[in-house]
């Protein structure tokens, strides 16, 4: 069919324009490093949100909105333990596939950014040495209490304990939820309104219900009443 | 080919059973070999997966109806069992599955290897034997495939408990926590 | 076939003094894939015993699984074939879907067929690479492979939040909708992807090299292969016409015209296992192009709550993995955990010929051929 070492010579070619076009496109690239990208566009993994249009399709670093890395536990604006979603239900601890999580429920109910008086966690650890990133503790999560942090420059000298971060550390705000993960944020604040919303008419509904059924019943014993007293 | 089904298998060989609730035909001990050459001349030639399930003893509790016309529950001790499951389908016609079950009992459990029939049991086959521990007649190289040969024990038993060798590590565990200190009594 | 014992008495006979020499070839060797070993008895260069060990990244999973609940063991389905965890997912999704009976909808059914092909351009654009790479091409065409998938990687980081280990899937459908633009930037890979495939020919496939190092090497017979339960590429590189994406079109694959790539002859070598590679990922491209551009708006998951108790049942569900039929066996038994969970590791079932293609071939060929086969170690030793 053709000479031999033609295949070779083909091949040679295909290397020799990967070659020249990397000066030239930056997708003929093989290894994309951190130099080719200005030192203050690096990702710093917090707000680092958004970024150019149509750099997320080369560059590898970009802090997207469904990066997840490790769990954080938020609180609604106002003092951190004031205002902290969980309750302490446990559920999380129970679903994890690896079992990081770690969870000791308060002895009393303390008011929540509602002032309803809730549990709360007397202890909250995640162990970030077995985390998996697999974000079925914040799918689980009935509160919207667990969400995922994109930090990832987490590297510390102490292996045990310093991985293991505790309930303190681990409280983050709305706000910087909001400034993560925007897109996710909107989402779950619109749910939760929702969700709200249709508890409060539900009860509402029940309200007005057991209100009609009252209102009824005494109708009916009043008309019984009328009745006895004409017989 | 209407004939790639179970009951043309149970018209053939009467002695094995059907299992409504699973799905699958329960193979007899005695010739499981002859009924599964038999399958692979009618067509099945491809056995994909090759697995198997413990039951523990367990006790179950039955409505009757007994002589008197009530209905009575009555207790009854259903035997631990390893079931070893064989799903088959057929490249030739693109039919299936037909589930193969052989029961055999979790003491000494044994049970006809099919390797000999389909080739791609051989490696199946000796994990079932090394996670649950069923002896399989007739496999031409049984050995453990997953643990290594000085393992004791079977895994995937239902009964099995794990042996304590694990890497001493601060952990808020409770439960892993008490594992570590039983260790280190040992140690 | 040369037997083992054949080859060696015939030296003997000829008065010849030869001793076989036993090498374990791993379970570090930077041929195997991963912690794999192959013990080798040799004749000269000429493999006459071969047994595969493995077993080191045994956690095992069905355990694991069996001892949470459904959901909670889909993250750890991405860790069996780590290349391909979307497809991982899905088949485990398919089994479970069968014994919950949930409605997936169409939007997300699309997403599905996407995420299942752009999974196996990677899967086939890596195996490719490194069987390259076992070949003795140290580096370049491995680099332009990883190049690509990279890129394939980003949509699936944008899409899902990691890069390989995505846990996507969800029983009912999708965890999250894809963001904005994703679709467009999917399409755009699309578009540019043939002409990727075309240079990456030019590159191997009439390399005279390659050409004289894999035809006729690692033979395989469609009898064997049948028997040996032999799934996926390699089956096809055998002459069986046999793709579960017809056979049992699962998900939406009946409404996609594709071709299935499978050799004219009784037997294929190591070059056709590569070359039906090379062809699937051309129909893969077909494929994705038709879902982008029928894709519907909707919902991404259906009705089904997180945890879940299904009815006693015993259900088997498989896909076309990249690698062959994965397939999950999962025996409910009324509570919220599987009272049994297996996976059909395709990688740990086409091992089972390894020996038979080994024997009688060059020590060097064991290595092509083990590259050929493609394993992930995380799925043969779960």
């Known amino acids: 069919m053709s000479i031999l070492g033609g295949g070779i010579f083909k091949g040679m070619a295909v290397t020799l324009r990967n070659f020249i076009g990397s000066y030239f496109y930056k997708e003929r690239l093989t290894t994309n490093d951190y130099e080719w990208r200005a030192k203050d566009k690096l990702p710093q993994s917090i707000g680092d949100y958004p970024k150019e249009e149509g750099e997320q399709l080369r560059d590898t670093t970009t802090v997207n909105h469904y990066s997840r890395n490790f769990p954080m536990l938020l609180h609604d604006t106002g003092e951190p333990m004031d205002t902290i979603r969980c309750v302490a239900c446990q559920i999380c601890e129970r679903e994890c596939p690896p079992q990081c999580i770690y969870i000791e429920k308060s002895t009393e109910k303390k008011e929540n950014a509602d002032g309803k008086p809730q549990f709360y966690p007397a202890k909250f650890d995640i162990d970030v040495s077995v985390c998996m990133s697999c974000q079925i503790c914040v799918e689980v999560c009935p509160f919207d209490a667990i969400v995922m942090n994109s930090q990832f420059e987490l590297s510390t000298p102490n292996r045990f304990g310093g991985l293991l971060v505790r309930r303190d550390d681990l ?20 749910k939760m309104v929702a969700d709200k919303a249709a508890k409060e008419a539900k009860k509402k509904a029940a309200a007005e219900k057991a209100k009609a059924a009252a209102e009824a019943r005494a109708a009916a014993a009043a008309e019984a009443e009328a009745k006895e007293d004409t017989e | 080919m209407s004939e790639l089904c179970h009951e043309s298998l149970l018209k053939e060989f009467p002695e094995a059973q059907w299992d409504e609730a699973a799905g699958a035909v329960i193979l007899p001990a005695a010739n499981a070999r002859t009924i599964a050459e038999w399958l692979l001349a009618s067509g099945w030639d491809y056995c994909s997966n090759v697995t198997g399930v413990d039951y523990l003893e367990v006790e179950v509790k039955e409505k009757i109806t007994n002589d008197a016309g009530e209905t009575e529950t009555v207790p009854r001790i259903e035997a631990g069992r390893i079931d070893v499951v064989y799903h088959l389908y057929s490249m030739a016609n693109k039919t299936g599955p037909l589930v193969l079950k052989q029961r055999t009992g979790r003491e000494g459990a044994t049970a006809e290897s099919l390797t000999p029939v389909w080739r791609s049991c051989d490696l199946q086959e000796r994990e079932v034997y090394d996670l649950f521990g069923v002896d399989f007649k007739g496999h031409p190289d049984q050995r453990r495939i997953l643990m290594w040969d000085e393992f004791e024990g079977h895994p995937m038993r239902r009964d099995y408990t794990e042996p304590f060798d694990y890497e001493w590590e601060p952990t808020p565990h409770a439960e892993i926590l008490a594992k570590h200190q039983r260790g280190k009594v040992i140690v | 076939m040369i037997t083992a014992a054949l080859n060696y008495e015939l030296l003997q006979q000829e008065g010849l003094e030869t001793s076989l020499l036993e090498i374990s070839m791993g379970p570090h060797h930077p041929s195997t894939h991963g912690v794999f070993r192959m013990d080798v008895k040799l004749d000269g260069e000429t493999v006459v015993e071969l047994r595969p060990v493995f077993g080191y990244l045994h956690r095992n999973h069905e355990k694991l699984a069996e001892n949470m609940t459904y959901l909670s063991s889909m993250p750890f389905t991405d860790r069996l074939d780590y290349f391909n965890s979307m497809t991982n997912n899905w088949a485990y999704a398919l089994a479970a879907e069968k014994l919950i009976e949930v409605e997936v909808p169409e939007r997300a059914e699309y997403l599905r067929v996407i995420m299942a092909e752009l999974t196996r351009l990677v899967n086939h654009v890596t195996l490719v690479g490194f069987f390259i790479n076992d070949l003795g091409a140290l580096g ?147 494929i994705l192009k038709q879902a ?48 049994r969970y297996r996976v059909r590791p395709p990688s740990l079932i086409n091992l089972t010929v390894l020996r038979d293609m080994c024997l009688g071939g060059k020590i060097a060929d064991a290595v092509i051929i083990l590259g050929s086969i493609d394993i992930v170690l995380g799925e043969v030793d779960r």
């Open chain 3, 292 to 339: 982008l551009a029928d894709i519907p708006e909707g919902d991404i998951i259906g009705k089904v709550s997180k945890v879940f108790k299904p009815k006693p049942a015993e259900v088997y569900g498989r896909i076309e993995g990249p690698k062959g039929e994965l397939g999950f066996y999962l025996i409910a038994d009324g509570t919220t955990k599987p009272y």
């Open chain 3, 140 to 286: 370049t065409p491995l680099m332009y492979a990883f190049r690509e998938r990279e890129k394939i990687l980003d949509l699936f980081e944008q899409a899902s939040g990691a890069r390989m280990m995505c846990n996507y899937f969800r029983f009912g459908g999708l965890r999250n909708d894809v963001p904005e633009g994703w679709l467009d930037r999917t399409r755009e890979l699309v578009d540019r992807f043939p002409a990727f495939l075309d240079e990456y020919e030019q590159l191997l496939c009439e390399n005279e090299i390659i050409l004289s190092r894999t035809q006729g090497v690692g033979n395989l017979s469609r009898e064997l292969a049948i028997n040996a339960g032999v799934t996926g590429p390699m089956l096809r590189a055998s002459g069986v016409n046999y793709d579960l994406r017809k056979v049992d079109a699962y998900g939406i694959y009946d409404r996609f015209k594709f071709r299935v790539p499978y050799t004219d002859g009784d037997t294929g070598d190591c070059y056709d296992r590569f070359m039906i590679r090379m062809l699937e990922m051309r129909e893969s491209v077909a």
């Open chain 1, 171 to 190: 409280l983050k705000s709305n706000d910087y939820y909001h400034k993560i993960h925007p897109q996710e944020a909107a989402a779950r604040d619109q």
